[in-house]
C-alpha cells in the first residue's frame, strides 16, 4: 500500500526527515510514536504533499503510484485521507459544500457519476450520528467555532464519507476527552478493513488501546529507530523516549 | 477644460441660482488631481475633460434595459437612460401606482416646485470631495425624486444605463429620495451596461443621489455598478438621517473600467444608524475607488462601515472611509472593518480607515488587513481533493460572505452573487453546490 525508502525532507531549510523508511501493508494499522520536534507531523504533512515541505531525497510509492510526484489534490482522490492535527476553520465554506465537492472530486477521479443529493445527504446523516454530532453542523462553515473536540469528529467524519484507502491521521487523539476519544476511536475502527491501511501519528499511549495497532514505529531525529507491536507503546509508556535516543546516540 | 463646461449650460437654465452657482464652484475648483487628498490614489490626468461639454441626450425610442437583479421584471422599475427618465419596457416612464411610493420627475413640475424640492436636498459643504456632485447639479437633464410615504412592500428598482456614448458627451442621472417620517422601504440602483451594439464610445457617467431619512425612517439603498469594462463612473452618494431614522446601504463595484464611489453620511440626531457594506471587486484592469465617511453629528448616533475587496489581474481597489464625531456627539459609536484580498502580483489594494473625534465619551473602532489567501486554508481543501482553482474561488467566495450575507434581499444577494462568481476562477463547483 505504502512504501517509504530513505525519505529526507527539509522545512524552511531545515532537515526534519533523514532516510526515513516505512513499509505499511493492506488491512494494516501502524502507529508512530515519538518525542516533540521528531518529525512526525512533518511526515503526514509530506506524504499529504504540502508544497513549503520540501524532499529532499527518497521515494514513496502508494499504491503502486509515484506519490511525491502528484499534487496533493490528486493524493487525495487517488485514496490518501490526512486528519489534521490542527484543523483549519473556513469561514463561509458550508461544511457539507466541501464534503460534497470532496467525495464528488474522488468520484470523477475513478470515473464515477456524481453522487445523487439525497443519496449523498442521507449519508453524511448516518455518518453523523454515528460520530454523535448534532445537526446544526449541517448549516456551519468548515470547523467554524467548532472545539477542539468536534473538528477532530469533523475530520474523522471526512474521512468515513470519503472511505480513503490509506488514511494518516495526525495526532487525532490530542485534545479529546475521554468520550470524544472513544467515538472518534469508534469511527476509525468502522473503517478497518483488509482493503485499507491506517497510520496513526500519536504522541500518546491511550488511543493505541481503542484503536489497536498491528505495528509501532519510535521516530526520533527524522528516522525510525525502533519497530515492534503494540508491546512497544506500552512500554514507551512506562519509559519514555530517552532509552531509545540515548542507545541511537550510543 | 472649464470653458467648454460652461459652454454646455443649457441658455434658459443658467438662470436657474443653483445651476449657475454649482457650475462656478466646478469652475473654481477644476477636476480634481493627486493633490487632492480623497483623490490621492484616482489619476484623471487620462480623463477626456472635454466630455463634460456635452450632456448626453434621451434615446429616440424605447430602450431595453433589464436589470440581472430582476431577470424576470417582478419589480417597480424605472429606467434611466443618460439620466433622462424614459419608457422602458413599458409604456410610460413610471410604472403606474407603486405602493407607498410617490414618484415623480422635476422635468414635469414648475420651476418653483423643482426649486423647493432641489433646496430640501442641499449639498454637502465639503466642496473637494464632491467635484463631481458639482457638475451633476449643474448639468443633470432632469431629477428623479421618489418620495417613501409608508411602509413599501415591494423594493424600487432604479436601472440606469448609459447609451450612445458619443466621446464628447456624458450623462448626468440625479436622483433625490425623501423618506417620511417612519417610512420604510427599499431603493435599488442599478448602474447596467450598454448592450454592445450600441456602444459607440466608452460611456462616461456622473451620477449623483440623495437621500433624507426623517424621524424613524427606514430606507435599505443600494448602488450596483456592472458597467461596461471601458466604462468611467463617477457616483456621488449624500445620505441626511433625523433622529432614530435607520439606513442600510450597500455598494457593490462588479463591473466598469474605473469606478469612484463616494458615501457620505450625516447622523443628525439622536438614535441615526447608518450600516454601510461595500463589495468592491478589481478585475482585469479595472479601478475602483471607494470613498465612505459618516459623520456623527449628534449624540447616540452608531454607523458601521465594512468593506471586503478583492482585486485580481492588474487591477487595483481603494478604500477610504473616515468616522467624523464632530464636538458634542457624546455616545457615538462607530466601527469600521476593512478586509482586502489579493488574487494576483500585480494588483493592488489600499485602504485607510480613518477616526476624527472632537467629541468625549465615544466607541469608535477600526481595523484594515490585506492579504493573499491562507496557505493553510488552501492546503486543506487541496488535501480533500479539490482543484487548486475551485479551493481558490472558494476561498474568494467564503472571504466575501461577510458582505454578502448582509445582504438583506435574498433575490439581490442572489443575483450579486452570481455576478461575483462569474468574475472569479473557474467556479462551476461553486454553482453547482451553493
Given at each position: 500500500m505504502l512504501t517509504i525508502a530513505d525519505l529526507s525532507a527539509r522545512v524552511a531549510g531545515k532537515a526534519i526527515l533523514n532516510g526515513l523508511d516505512l513499509a505499511i501493508g493492506a488491512g494494516e494499522v501502524h502507529a508512530i510514536m515519538g518525542p516533540n520536534g521528531s518529525g512526525k507531523s512533518t511526515l503526514a504533512q509530506v506524504l499529504a504533499g504540502r508544497a513549503d515541505y520540501e524532499v529532499t531525497g527518497g521515494t514513496v510509492s502508494f499504491d503502486g503510484r509515484d506519490l511525491l510526484a502528484m499534487p496533493p489534490e490528486e493524493r487525495a482522490r487517488a485514496g490518501l485521507f490526512l486528519g489534521f492535527q490542527y484543523p483549519v476553520e473556513i469561514p463561509g465554506v458550508n461544511n457539507v459544500y466541501l464534503l460534497k465537492a470532496a467525495l464528488n472530486a474522488k468520484r470523477k477521479a475513478a470515473g464515477e457519476p456524481e453522487v445523487d443529493a439525497y443519496e449523498f445527504l442521507a449519508l453524511i446523516k448516518e455518518k453523523m450520528k454515528f460520530m454523535n454530532m448534532s445537526e446544526g453542523f449541517l448549516t456551519r462553515g468548515v470547523n467554524e467555532g467548532f472545539s477542539g473536540g468536534e473538528k477532530k469528529r469533523n475530520e474523522i467524519l471526512q474521512m468515513l464519507v470519503l472511505e480513503p484507502k490509506l488514511a494518516i491521521l495526525d495526532e487525532t487523539d490530542s485534545g479529546l476527552d475521554i468520550d470524544a476519544l472513544k467515538v472518534v476511536s469508534k469511527g476509525v475502527n468502522s473503517l478497518r478493513d483488509a482493503k485499507r491501511a491506517i497510520l496513526l501519528v500519536t504522541h500518546y499511549q491511550r488511543l493505541l488501546d481503542y484503536v489497536v495497532p498491528d505495528r509501532v514505529h519510535v521516530l526520533s531525529g527524522g528516522r525510525i529507530v525502533k519497530s515492534g507491536d503494540k508491546a512497544l507503546a506500552l512500554e514507551l509508556e512506562r519509559r519514555g523516549y530517552d532509552w531509545l535516543t540515548e542507545s541511537r546516540v550510543a | 477644460m472649464t470653458a467648454g463646461v460652461r459652454k454646455a449650460l443649457p441658455a434658459e437654465e443658467s438662470r436657474t441660482e443653483l445651476r449657475a452657482g454649482s457650475m462656478e464652484r466646478f469652475h473654481r475648483l477644476g477636476v480634481p488631481t493627486a493633490r487632492d487628498e480623497s483623490w490621492r490614489y484616482t489619476n484623471l490626468r487620462s480623463l477626456d475633460t472635454g466630455r463634460f461639454a456635452e450632456t448626453l441626450g434621451a434615446p429616440a425610442g424605447p430602450v431595453s434595459a433589464r436589470s440581472w437583479l430582476d431577470p424576470e421584471a417582478l419589480l417597480p422599475t424605472i429606467v434611466v437612460v443618460n439620466g433622462h427618465l424614459v419608457a422602458g419596457a413599458g409604456l410610460q416612464w413610471l410604472p403606474p401606482e407603486i405602493e407607498s411610493f410617490k414618484i415623480s420627475r422635476l422635468?414635469?413640475?414648475?420651476h418653483k416646485e423643482s426649486e423647493d424640492i432641489e433646496c430640501r436636498f442641499p449639498a454637502f459643504s465639503d466642496a473637494e470631495r464632491h467635484r463631481f456632485a458639482l457638475l451633476n447639479s449643474a448639468l443633470s437633464p432632469d431629477t428623479l425624486h421618489v418620495q417613501v410615504l409608508g411602509a413599501a412592500a415591494a423594493p424600487l428598482l432604479i436601472v440606469h444605463l448609459t447609451v450612445g456614448g458619443r466621446p464628447e458627451a456624458a450623462a448626468h442621472p440625479r436622483v433625490l429620495i425623501e423618506a417620511a417620517p417612519g417610512a420604510r422601504a427599499t431603493v435599488i440602483e442599478h448602474h447596467i451596461a450598454e448592450p454592445e451594439a450600441a456602444a459607440a464610445a466608452a460611456a462616461l457617467c456622473n451620477s449623483v443621489t440623495r437621500i433624507t431619512l426623517a424621524a424613524g425612517a427606514a430606507i435599505d439603498h443600494y448602488r450596483l455598478f456592472s458597467t461596461a469594462p471601458d466604462a468611467t463612473h463617477f457616483d456621488t452618494l449624500e445620505v441626511r438621517q433625523a433622529g432614530d431614522s435607520c439606513c442600510r446601504q450597500f455598494t457593490a463595484a462588479l463591473g466598469g473600467g474605473l469606478v469612484r464611489t463616494t458615501l457620505e453620511a450625516r447622523l443628525e440626531a439622536p438614535g441615526a444608524s447608518l450600516d454601510s457594506r461595500a463589495l468592491l471587486v478589481g478585475h482585469e484592469s479595472r479601478h475602483v475607488d471607494c470613498v465612505a465617511l459618516a459623520v456623527h453629528a449628534a449624540p447616540h448616533t452608531l454607523s458601521r462601515q465594512t468593506a471586503r475587496a478583492i482585486a485580481s489581474g492588474e487591477s487595483r481597489v481603494i478604500f477610504n472611509s473616515t468616522a467624523r464625531v464632530e464636538a458634542g456627539a457624546r455616545g457615538a459609536e462607530s466601527q469600521q472593518s476593512f478586509r482586502g484580498l489579493l488574487m494576483s502580483p500585480r494588483a493592488e489594494i489600499d485602504s485607510r480607515p480613518q477616526l476624527e473625534i472632537h467629541a468625549d465619551e465615544v466607541k469608535c473602532a477600526h481595523g484594515a488587513t490585506t492579504g493573499r489567501l491562507d496557505p493553510d486554508m488552501l492546503f486543506y481543501l487541496l488535501s480533500r481533493g479539490i482543484d487548486p482553482a475551485t479551493a481558490q474561488s472558494l476561498l474568494v467566495y467564503a472571504f466575501l460572505a461577510d458582505v454578502l450575507g448582509a445582504v438583506p434581499l435574498p433575490e439581490a444577494r442572489r443575483a450579486i452573487e452570481n455576478a461575483l462568481i462569474s468574475q472569479l476562477p473557474d467556479s462551476q463547483l461553486l454553482r453547482k453546490f451553493r
Open positions: - | 422635468k414635469d413640475l414648475s
